[in-house]
């Protein structure tokens, strides 16, 4: 057995010593009291010091760990879609300081690390590389129920905003049908003494008076008109409260179609069904009935001499921004949104391009003569805008015209 | 025999004691022919000498934090580990490092069995 000799250290020495290691000894636990993972390699990636969260981690002993290179130790899941490298390769990159996601499994279990690296110059110009590693599977994962809840959210918001518009669209409707019963009411009995003294004037006049006649008629045929247009109001304002139910829209089309099957058939008009199977939509089915009868026989009565009408029904994703497409809050339809389509078309007359603007506008007829009020395309419009649905009317190119209608689905 | 008369008998096993400060105190005849090292070369001089540089700061570490809070988290249990010769050569060994503290100051004292030809 050999004799150890003391070793050559001076009080001052050891001292220093002793202060500096206790500086050491302070800064190696509170590194290791932290939560994260810190890894400090050299310029090749090799660890030349962990805490013991990183061997906690890769599930080694802390000591085990040193001189392994960390590209072997935390091996992380490739991701061939980013072409993203480990965070210790390519440390001669000019790009030194990263931080990144990356995916590391262990048996059963996934992590998503936030992995930072940084370089420091120390010792002599060697570069060394301090990783920070933080466990950020549980954030990313409240990250994605936060956005998933936000876009629910977005959803419920918008069906509310919808449904307000709906009931505040239902309110004005329904008070202008009851301004229009009251006026209806009102004017009917002055009408009715009219249209007797009216008759009773044209029954003392003859052929003596041909004047007198030709006033008399003009002035029932107006009567007529005014009786006609408060019919209609009527008629409008009669009809039950809005029901909105998911409905089969082919089906509300063939309803229609059988309203007005007598004209179809005396007009010598053909009909022509394409429909496209396509998911209940909600609406009020009377109403929406309502509608369809008053394209259909405008339809009919641009051919008088017969042609085709044509039926089309299908589902079509909106990609152009205008008309009601947009992200506006008054817009009906988001860009990319699917909707359900009808379409009626005839091969009639067309419609005189000055007049197309105008179509919508209330008690404006081209059909004075065969008793029109004005006011069908206009109500067709506003039942049609409480279902936050679209109208669109043009001509074909091969003659006639085409009503488009878009609903939500 | 406790640990560390055992360890300044062994005969056959590379062996280093230090003191406190991981200043070496003693070695035996396979320490000096595994490293190298003479006994006169070695006594006075940190352990360091015999731990890769990669390794240092690790070790400066550690031995700072076991002298703070006499808290052991690799006594007495092999581990492997490299270490390197006067010669510059790196080898993988086991180490059974034990501590002890002797009137109120640490000693140490490790076993380093060559894993590799030497």
């Known amino acids: 057995m050999m004799l150890s000799k003391e070793p050559l250290l001076t009080d001052n020495s050891i001292s220093l010593l002793n202060e500096l290691r206790t500086t050491l000894g302070k800064l190696e636990v509170a590194l290791s009291a932290i939560a994260d993972s810190i890894v400090w390699t050299d310029a090749q990636g090799k660890i030349q010091w962990c805490n013991e969260a990183f061997a906690r981690l890769v599930g080694r002993r802390h000591i085990e ?15 061939r879609a980013s072409h993203q490298t480990h965070p210790a390769q390519l440390l001669q990159s000019p790009e030194t300081d990263t931080v990144g996601c990356y995916r590391l499994r262990q ?10 690296r940084t370089r420091v110059w120390a010792e002599s110009h060697n570069a060394t590389f301090i990783f920070v590693i933080r466990d950020v599977t549980e954030n ?7 956005r998933k809840a936000l876009s629910n959210l977005e959803k419920s918001h918008g069906v509310l905003k919808n449904a307000q518009w709906q009931i505040e669209q239902a309110k004005k409707l329904e008070l202008i049908g009851r301004l229009a019963v009251s006026v209806a009411h009102s004017i009917k009995n002055p009408l009715a003494s009219l249209r007797m003294g009216i008759d009773y004037f044209a029954g003392g006049t003859g052929a003596e008076d041909p004047e007198g006649t030709f006033i008399l008629t003009s002035m029932k045929d107006a009567l007529e008109r005014v009786n006609a247009v408060i019919g209609e109001l009527l008629d409008f304002s009669n009809s039950q409260a809005v029901t909105m139910r998911p409905e089969d829209i082919n089906s509300i089309i063939e309803h229609s179609l059988l309203l007005v099957q007598h004209d179809l058939k005396r007009s010598g008009i053909k009909v022509e069904r ?22 259909v026989v405008n339809a009919i009565q641009s051919m008088p001499k017969g042609g085709t009408l044509t039926l089309r029904t299908g589902l079509e994703k909106l ?9 506006r809050d008054f817009d009906f339809f988001k860009p990319g949104e699917t909707v359900a389509v ?4 005839d091969t009639g007359v067309g419609i005189p391009e000055e007049v197309l603007g105008k179509v919508f506008e209330p008690f404006f007829t081209t059909k004075r003569a065969l ?18 649905a679209t109208i669109e009317i043009r001509n074909r190119e091969g003659g006639g015209a085409r009503a488009t209608l878009r609903f939500q689905i | 025999m406790d640990t560390f008369e055992r360890l300044r008998e062994e005969e056959t096993v590379p062996v280093v004691i230090t003191n406190q400060q991981g200043l070496i105190t003693h070695t035996n005849k396979p320490f000096q022919r595994v490293f190298g090292w003479s006994e006169d070369e070695v006594l006075g001089k940190p352990l360091t000498l015999i731990i890769p540089k990669a390794l240092h700061d690790a070790h400066h570490l550690g031995f700072s934090r076991f002298l703070n809070t006499g808290r052991p988290t690799l006594l007495d249990r092999p581990l492997q580990l490299k270490a390197v010769t006067k010669g510059g050569r790196e080898f993988a060994a086991e180490h059974i490092i034990s ?6 100051e640490w000693i140490f004292g490790a076993t380093i069995r060559p894993l590799v030809e030497v």
């Open chain 1, 274 to 295: 394409i429909f496209k199977e396509i998911p209940p939509v909600p609406l009020d089915r009377n109403k929406i009935a309502h509608v369809l009868v008053n394209l």
């Open chain 1, 319 to 327: 990609e152009t921004l205008g008309g009601r497409v947009g992200h």
């Open chain 1, 342 to 345: 009808a379409e009626i078309e």
């Open chain 1, 107 to 116: 048996g059963d279990r996934k992590f998503i690390l936030e992995i930072s």
């Open chain 1, 65 to 79: 760990v040193l001189g392994s290179q960390l590209v072997d130790l935390l091996v992380l899941e490739e991701d």
């Open chain 2, 99 to 104: 501590a002890e503290k002797r009137n109120g």
């Open chain 1, 371 to 388: 008793g029109g009020t004005g006011l069908g395309l206009s109500i067709a419009a506003s039942i049609l805008e409480l279902h936050r």
């Open chain 1, 140 to 146: 990313k994962r409240s990250e994605a129920e936060l």
